[in-house]
């Protein structure tokens, strides 16, 4: 980035700034009525100088997740609350249908030790369970990647392998298609079943039908979801033994009285006929 970019991206940032403060400055007059909703300093997509995330338009990124500079979300991925994806030495690829769940971190090296490069590379149709580390790995398609295990540089997870939960995958290891491998460090465990296999592709389904419920969830206004706490409250029922045990008195709706002739199970008369 030359000159004028920096100056440019400088005049930016503290145009930003500048909004975040009198957001604060609003917040703070319209005192416990004030609602905290998009502005805050916390960013979901952050360059870093030239290097924008490319986030597609149909992937979910939860609020609280952070994408960092060199960083591709293919269609139809989720990256879940408290994630962090940072890609400032090298790049990330993350494919299409690919979930990457909470807590979960996704780094890059610039080079390992004989000096090849190595970005993180995510194909399509993953799941990468909860707090689970990749660090300049390559994870192919339909892969599975449990909760809690690491993978380190130089990795490799062809398709169809499997990472069991809590492993730790030393540099440079390659576990081979439909192969589950687990410990400190992994080693080979089994061969994955067929009904294993269908299950992976079935998790990435799963994860992105539930990311679009999220994602709907995230994109409602104030209003909206005021709107639907005014109904929770007023809908709300629970048995009379419950009741009772709380002590509360629960408004019952008044019953909606019928005239004679839309009674249910009761034929009308013959007067009121014609």
């Not at 939860?62 to 989720?78: E, L, M, Y």
Request: glycine fraction near 10%; charge should be negative; hydrophobic fraction near 40%.
């Amino acid at each position: 980035m030359g000159t004028l970019g920096r100056a440019i991206y400088s005049v930016g940032f503290w145009i930003r700034e500048t909004g975040q403060a009198l957001d604060r400055l609003g917040c703070r007059l319209q005192g416990n009525y004030y609602f905290h909703e998009q502005l805050s300093r916390h960013r979901t997509l952050m360059n870093i100088f030239d290097k924008v995330p490319n986030v597609h338009k149909d992937a979910f990124v939860a609020p609280s997740a952070s994408v960092i500079g060199d960083v591709q979300v293919g269609q139809g991925s989720s990256i879940w609350y408290g994630c962090v994806l940072r890609g400032d030495v090298n790049s990330i690829h993350v494919g299409s249908g690919t979930n990457i769940q909470d807590n979960s971190l996704v780094h890059v090296a610039k080079s390992n030790l004989s000096g090849k490069v190595l970005p993180t590379i995510i194909g399509d149709n993953v799941t990468v369970g909860h707090n689970a580390v990749l660090h300049g790995c390559t994870v192919e398609d339909e892969t599975f990647v449990g909760m809690g295990s690491v993978l380190l540089d130089g990795v490799v997870v062809e398709k169809h392998g499997m990472v069991a939960a809590g492993a730790l995958v030393r540099q440079n290891t390659r576990i081979p298609c439909g192969e589950v491998w687990g410990g400190n460090p992994a080693k080979f465990l089994r061969k994955l079943t067929d009904e294993e296999i269908a299950f992976i592709s079935q998790s990435a389904t799963n994860y992105a039908n539930l990311a679009q419920v999220h994602a709907a969830e995230n994109a409602k206004s104030f209003d909206e979801i005021e709107f639907e706490k005014v109904l929770r409250k007023k809908f709300a029922r629970r048995d009379e033994e419950y009741d009772s045990m709380l002590g509360v008195v629960r408004e019952v709706p008044q019953e909606l009285i019928l005239p004679d002739n839309i009674l249910p199970n009761k034929s009308p008369k013959p007067s009121q006929i014609g």
